[in-house]
Protein backbone atom coordinates (compact mmCIF):
# COMPACT_ATOMS: atom_id res chain seq x y z
CA UNK A 1 0.00 0.00 0.00
CA UNK A 2 1.50 3.65 -0.86
CA UNK A 3 1.75 6.36 1.38
CA UNK A 4 -1.09 7.77 -0.36
CA UNK A 5 -3.59 5.20 0.13
CA UNK A 6 -2.60 5.35 3.90
CA UNK A 7 -3.39 8.59 3.99
CA UNK A 8 -6.32 8.58 2.28
CA UNK A 9 -7.24 5.63 4.61
CA UNK A 10 -6.64 8.08 7.65
CA UNK A 11 -8.40 10.87 6.27
CA UNK A 12 -11.48 8.31 5.67
CA UNK A 13 -11.14 7.10 9.64
CA UNK A 14 -10.68 10.94 10.96
CA UNK A 15 -14.04 11.50 8.70
CA UNK A 16 -15.63 8.67 10.13
CA UNK A 17 -14.95 9.33 13.78
CA UNK A 18 -16.02 13.09 12.98
CA UNK A 19 -18.74 11.88 11.56
CA UNK A 20 -20.26 9.36 14.30
CA UNK A 21 -19.17 11.25 17.69
CA UNK A 22 -21.73 13.19 19.31
CA UNK A 23 -19.06 15.65 21.03
CA UNK A 24 -15.52 16.27 19.38
CA UNK A 25 -13.41 18.14 21.81
CA UNK A 26 -9.98 19.56 20.27
CA UNK A 27 -7.07 20.40 22.60
CA UNK A 28 -3.49 21.26 22.53
CA UNK A 29 -1.49 19.65 25.13
CA UNK A 30 1.86 20.98 24.79
CA UNK A 31 3.42 21.12 27.69
CA UNK A 32 1.78 18.48 29.61
CA UNK A 33 4.08 15.61 31.07
CA UNK A 34 3.86 11.73 30.26
CA UNK A 35 2.57 11.02 33.47
CA UNK A 36 -0.15 13.49 33.00
CA UNK A 37 -1.37 12.59 29.36
CA UNK A 38 -1.05 9.45 30.64
CA UNK A 39 -3.28 10.48 33.77
CA UNK A 40 -5.41 11.94 30.85
CA UNK A 41 -5.88 9.45 28.91
CA UNK A 42 -7.05 7.26 31.50
CA UNK A 43 -10.35 9.49 32.50
CA UNK A 44 -11.19 9.67 28.92
CA UNK A 45 -11.33 6.07 28.37
CA UNK A 46 -12.96 5.27 31.86
CA UNK A 47 -15.86 7.40 29.90
CA UNK A 48 -15.66 5.53 26.97
CA UNK A 49 -14.06 8.36 25.00
CA UNK A 50 -11.51 8.18 22.41
CA UNK A 51 -8.31 10.66 22.78
CA UNK A 52 -6.05 10.90 19.29
CA UNK A 53 -3.46 13.03 18.40
CA UNK A 54 -3.94 13.40 14.95
CA UNK A 55 -2.15 15.23 12.25
CA UNK A 56 -3.62 18.95 11.56
CA UNK A 57 -2.97 18.35 7.49
CA UNK A 58 -5.28 15.03 7.47
CA UNK A 59 -7.85 16.77 9.91
CA UNK A 60 -8.04 19.33 7.73
CA UNK A 61 -8.63 17.17 4.56
CA UNK A 62 -11.31 15.53 7.10
CA UNK A 63 -13.07 18.42 8.03
CA UNK A 64 -13.39 19.54 4.39
CA UNK A 65 -14.77 16.58 3.10
CA UNK A 66 -17.29 16.89 5.80
CA UNK A 67 -18.08 20.60 6.00
CA UNK A 68 -16.68 21.30 9.00
CA UNK A 69 -13.89 23.82 7.80
CA UNK A 70 -14.39 26.39 10.56
CA UNK A 71 -12.88 23.74 12.93
CA UNK A 72 -9.93 24.17 10.65
CA UNK A 73 -8.57 27.80 12.08
CA UNK A 74 -8.16 25.48 15.42
CA UNK A 75 -6.24 23.04 14.28
CA UNK A 76 -2.53 24.68 14.82
CA UNK A 77 0.11 23.21 16.60
CA UNK A 78 0.48 20.10 19.10
CA UNK A 79 -3.43 18.76 18.55
CA UNK A 80 -5.36 15.94 20.37
CA UNK A 81 -9.32 15.26 19.62
CA UNK A 82 -11.74 13.51 21.92
CA UNK A 83 -14.56 11.75 20.13
CA UNK A 84 -17.37 10.71 22.48
CA UNK A 85 -19.79 8.07 20.62
CA UNK A 86 -22.25 8.42 24.08
CA UNK A 87 -22.28 11.23 26.49
CA UNK A 88 -22.44 14.50 24.69
CA UNK A 89 -21.20 15.85 27.78
CA UNK A 90 -18.78 13.98 29.63
CA UNK A 91 -15.22 14.95 27.51
CA UNK A 92 -15.93 18.60 27.71
CA UNK A 93 -16.26 18.23 31.71
CA UNK A 94 -13.60 16.17 31.78
CA UNK A 95 -11.23 17.90 29.88
CA UNK A 96 -12.01 20.99 31.23
CA UNK A 97 -11.72 19.61 34.77
CA UNK A 98 -8.25 18.14 33.88
CA UNK A 99 -7.17 21.73 32.27
CA UNK A 100 -8.30 23.21 35.62
CA UNK A 101 -5.71 21.10 37.33
CA UNK A 102 -2.62 21.52 34.82
CA UNK A 103 -2.80 24.86 32.89
CA UNK A 104 -0.60 23.48 30.18
CA UNK A 105 -3.80 21.81 28.55
CA UNK A 106 -5.70 24.01 26.31
CA UNK A 107 -9.17 23.72 25.24
CA UNK A 108 -10.13 25.37 21.67
CA UNK A 109 -12.83 24.28 20.15
CA UNK A 110 -15.12 21.46 19.29
CA UNK A 111 -17.84 19.70 17.50
CA UNK A 112 -21.33 19.41 19.18
CA UNK A 113 -23.59 16.97 16.99
CA UNK A 114 -22.31 17.93 13.47
CA UNK A 115 -22.03 21.60 14.36
CA UNK A 116 -18.48 23.42 14.96
CA UNK A 117 -18.69 25.33 18.45
CA UNK A 118 -16.06 27.88 19.81
CA UNK A 119 -13.92 27.78 23.61
CA UNK A 120 -16.95 29.36 25.36
CA UNK A 121 -19.73 26.71 24.02
CA UNK A 122 -17.40 24.12 25.24
CA UNK A 123 -17.03 25.48 28.72
CA UNK A 124 -20.82 26.11 28.89
CA UNK A 125 -21.05 22.40 28.18
CA UNK A 126 -18.74 21.04 30.59
CA UNK A 127 -20.54 23.31 33.32
CA UNK A 128 -23.83 21.22 32.69
CA UNK A 129 -25.18 18.39 35.14
CA UNK A 130 -24.76 14.43 33.87
CA UNK A 131 -26.86 12.70 32.34
CA UNK A 132 -27.78 11.41 35.37
CA UNK A 133 -28.09 14.71 37.19
CA UNK A 134 -30.30 15.94 34.31
CA UNK A 135 -32.60 13.14 34.47
CA UNK A 136 -32.29 13.29 38.88
CA UNK A 137 -34.04 17.23 38.39
CA UNK A 138 -36.43 16.57 35.93
CA UNK A 139 -38.19 13.68 38.24
CA UNK A 140 -37.69 16.26 41.64
CA UNK A 141 -39.44 18.94 39.26
CA UNK A 142 -41.95 16.27 38.60
CA UNK A 143 -42.27 15.03 42.14
CA UNK A 144 -42.82 18.53 43.89
CA UNK A 145 -46.79 19.31 42.93
CA UNK A 146 -47.45 15.47 43.93
CA UNK A 147 -45.38 16.42 47.18
CA UNK A 148 -47.17 20.26 47.69
CA UNK A 149 -50.72 18.81 46.80
CA UNK A 150 -49.97 15.37 49.90
CA UNK A 151 -48.75 18.23 52.40
CA UNK A 152 -51.52 20.05 51.66
CA UNK A 153 -53.80 17.68 52.60
CA UNK A 154 -51.97 16.34 55.78
CA UNK A 155 -52.43 20.03 56.94
CA UNK A 156 -55.93 20.12 56.54
CA UNK A 157 -56.61 16.91 57.76
CA UNK A 158 -54.77 17.73 61.12
CA UNK A 159 -56.82 21.20 61.47
CA UNK A 160 -59.92 18.88 61.16
CA UNK A 161 -58.63 16.96 63.80
CA UNK A 162 -57.86 20.19 66.33
CA UNK A 163 -61.18 21.56 65.65
CA UNK A 164 -62.54 18.10 66.20
Known amino acids: MGIREEKAQLVQEIAQKLRDSKSTIV ?10 VTELRKRL ?11 NTLTRRATAELGLTELDAHLTGPTAIAFSY ?9 LNDFAKEHKA ?3 KAGVLEGRVVGLEEVKALASLPS ?19 AYAVKQIAEQKEQQA
Not at 45 to 55: N, S
Request: zero cysteines.
Open 27 to 36: TDYRGLTVAE
Open 105 to 107: LEL
Open 45 to 55: REAGIEFKVLK
Open 131 to 149: REGLISMLLSVLQAPMRNF
Open 86 to 94: DDVVAPARI
